[in-house]
Each structure stands twice: as C-alpha cells, then as structure tokens.
T-cell receptor, first 116, second 113 residues
Framework: AQSVTQLGSHVSVSEGALVLLRCNYS??????LFWYVQYPNQGLQLLLK??????LVKGINGFEAEFKKSETSFHLTKPSAHMSDAAEYFCAVSDGFTGANSKLTFGKGITLSVRP | SAVISQKPSRDICQRGTSLTIQCQVD?????MFWYRQQPGQSLTLIAT?????????ESGFVIDKFPISRPNLTFSTLTVSNMSPEDSSIYLCSANRAGTEAFFGQGTRLTVV
C-alpha cells in the first residue's frame, strides 16, 4: 500500500522568500511522485513529476523537487515566492503510468500563503 | 496534455435526489478515474472507470451509491445517488494515456441541502 505524508496544513512565507513544502512517501515499489497545485475554485494542475530518471526535477513556475530515496522524501522548493504562488499544493504517489498502477494516492495538501 | 470538460461545474441539490456528473476528454485516453475532495480534505479515489465494463471501486465506495459508466474511450459519468449533506464535496475526473501522468478536470462542486 502507498501513502503520502505532508506535515502541516498551512505554510506562510513573505514574497521573495524561499518556499519549502515537505512530502514523505511510503511505497512497496519504486514510486512515481508528483506535485499538483490547486488554485481556488479550479482543478489540479501538474507542477512536476519524478519517474525514476533524474532525482532533481524541475517543474513549471520555477518550482523544483528532489527525490531522496534514503529519506523517502520529495520536497518541493522555489527560491523566491511570488504572490501568484498562493494556492493549495498536493503531493501524490503512484506505481506507474500503466493501467491500475496509474491511480494516485494523495497527501492531505498544504495551503501556501504569500505575504506582501 | 488533453483537456477534460466536466459538467456541471457546480450544483446545489436536495437530499434524497441524485446527480450525474459528466466527464468528456478531447482525445482518447487509457484510464479514467473519479476522485472526491471533501471540504478541507485531500483527494480520495472513488473508482476506476473501465471502458465497456463495470467500474473498479476503492474500499468504502460502492456501486449503488456511486454508479459509474464509461461507454467509450473519451467519456465517463459518475452519479451520486440518494444524496445526503455528507456527500457535499468536489468531485474530480482524471484521465491519462499509457506512459503519461494524470490530468484533471475542473471539478464539480456539489452542495447537498
């Protein structure tokens, strides 16, 4: 069985500050890991994904995440927060991209607030 | 990635009634899934919509409450039956092709009164 842990429900940073959103996973097979963002009243948009290639993954809007197998982590970072980054962020895990393996298990999500 | 259109985008329904949510993808996909996002919560998988056969439900979800259809490779429906206020949630459709990540519709925001 898979699981995702996102500690804390809310992170607040100042505009221009570093963003760090934590994600730890549990999986019995090599995981596929994802970060999705959800803006108010919208669906989910993929930020980035890890699929067993490079451990440092770059995504859209300046976000990146590093897969650390020894720590079972996939933390999301952005060097400088922008007001438009305020949203809810979900970490998710799957077994792959094929058939039933592609179903996602989500963490609880973290709400990011950006202060002017 | 392809585009998913979900209808309705939101609805307010009376308890005891049913609502059918439609999910249309603009190109053929392999897998289609339905998720529920309860207020302040994360997304929980309801079921996998299988083309031409019965859906595969996750633990805690049953066909009588959440009947699902998938008549072809681009379309699926989820019905929320005999609704109660506890069914108030956002329902999201997602899809993916083999070898690619899942993408999501905008969701249906359901309020049961």
């Amino acid at each position: 069985a898979q699981s995702v842990t996102q500690l804390g429900s809310h992170v607040s940073v100042s505009e221009g500050a570093l963003v760090l959103l934590r994600c730890n996973y549990s999986s019995s097979v090599p995981p596929y890991l994802f970060w999705y963002v959800q803006y108010p009243n919208q669906g989910l948009q993929l930020l980035l994904k890890y699929t067993s290639a490079a451990t440092l993954v770059k995504g859209i809007n300046g976000f990146e995440a590093e897969f650390k197998k020894s720590e079972t982590s996939f933390h999301l970072t952005k060097p400088s927060a922008h007001m438009s980054d305020a949203a809810e962020y979900f970490c998710a895990v799957s077994d792959g991209f094929t058939g039933a393996n592609s179903k996602l298990t989500f963490g609880k999500g973290i709400t990011l607030s950006v202060r002017p | 990635s392809a585009v998913i259109s979900q209808k309705p985008s939101r609805d307010i329904c009376q308890r005891g009634t049913s609502l059918t949510i439609q999910c249309q993808v603009d190109s053929q996909v392999t897998m289609m899934f339905w998720y529920r996002q309860q207020p302040g919560q994360s997304l929980t998988l309801i079921a996998t919509a299988n083309q031409g056969s019965e859906a595969t439900y996750e633990s805690g979800f049953v066909i009588d409450k959440f009947p699902i259809s998938r008549p072809n490779l681009t379309f699926s429906t989820l019905t929320v039956s005999n609704m109660s206020p506890e069914d108030s949630s956002i329902y999201l459709c997602s899809a993916n092709r083999a070898g690619t990540e899942a993408f999501f519709g905008q969701g249906t925001r359901l309020t049961v009164v």
